[in-house]
């Protein structure tokens, strides 16, 4: 608890020390109140988020695909969840994004992403897991708010802060001061030993932080919320119970997600009822399982 309560302090004195000096601001997220480091424009981001949308679209491993069975469910869900988030707490944001999707032919990826600026591309491979146009929802949901929220962003910026130097960060939170534990913290926010002093559990935060709040677009799209639930145990099923340890993980353990989604639920569920459910249409059938 007690390093717990250092590694706040060191990240609060870090985003105050770098907004002092003319790097940064910090930003708070409208959904969960969290304060985030941020160094980096919105225009900045978004053109970020274009040049490695062409990047992986021009790439010749890539194939897009053609079919309109694959295309057109995933335009569907896009444009629902991309109208959802222009009613959102994103929505100035939301409207600034230049929304494009492509459908990515690789039926033995299971994933999707969405980039600053709103180029969203999903891989074919997710089909079997999404199941639906619901369960699809969800997993589109959810990247969306990785861009919205400036997760990327603030991964760029706890990079750049490890840059900023020792002797900087180091005087302004007292590493001299002879106190092991903090130093480790500081150390961490620096880069050594980072993948389990500080950066990954931020990582686990925007995770978590995709997970609420984009159940909350895509109940607001029209979307059962529930299939969100649905979908993670299939992806737990998939896993095969693999994978690392949470604490080691940059993604909260299936299980966790599973029960945060079911606590979230309520909340989720009462945006639902108030919109026109769409229907649990079917994703189609891909090879490669």
Known sequence: ??????????????????GGIGLSGCQTNPYTGRSQL???SVGQEMQMGAQAYDQV?????????????????????????????????YAEMAQQFQWEVSVIKDDKTANAF??????????TGIFPVAKTEAGLAAVMGHEVVH??????????SQGQVT???????????????????????????LGVGAQVGLLLP??????????????????????????SVHLWERMEQLSGGGGPAEFLST???????????????????????????????????????
């Open 57 to 89: 679209r021009s790439d010749p491993k890539v194939k897009l695909s053609q079919a309109p069975r694959e295309i057109e469910p995933v335009k569907r869900v896009a444009a629902r969840i991309v109208e959802a988030a222009k009613r959102s707490k």
């Open 38 to 40: 941020l160094m980096t």
């Open 163 to 189: 840059n900023i130097g020792l002797q900087v960060v180091g005087a302004a939170i007292g590493l001299s001061g002879g106190d092991p534990m903090l130093g480790q913290a500081t150390m961490a926010a």
């Open 147 to 156: 861009a919205l929220a400036r997760h990327g962003a603030e991964r760029m």
């Open 1 to 18: 608890m007690m390093q717990m309560r250092r590694l706040i302090r060191t990240r609060t004195i870090v985003c105050l020390l770098v």
């Open 114 to 123: 969405a980039l600053p600026g709103g180029k969203m591309a999903v891989y």
């Open 202 to 227: 931020y990582s686990r935060k925007h995770e978590s932080e995709a997970d609420y709040i984009g159940i909350l677009l895509a109940a607001d799209a029209g979307y059962d919320p529930q299939e």
């Open 251 to 289: 993604h909260p353990g299936h299980e966790t997600r599973i029960e945060q989604l079911k606590k979230w639920m309520p909340e989720a569920m009462a945006i639902y009822q108030k919109r026109a459910p769409m229907p649990a249409t079917p994703l189609p059938e891909v090879g490669g399982r």
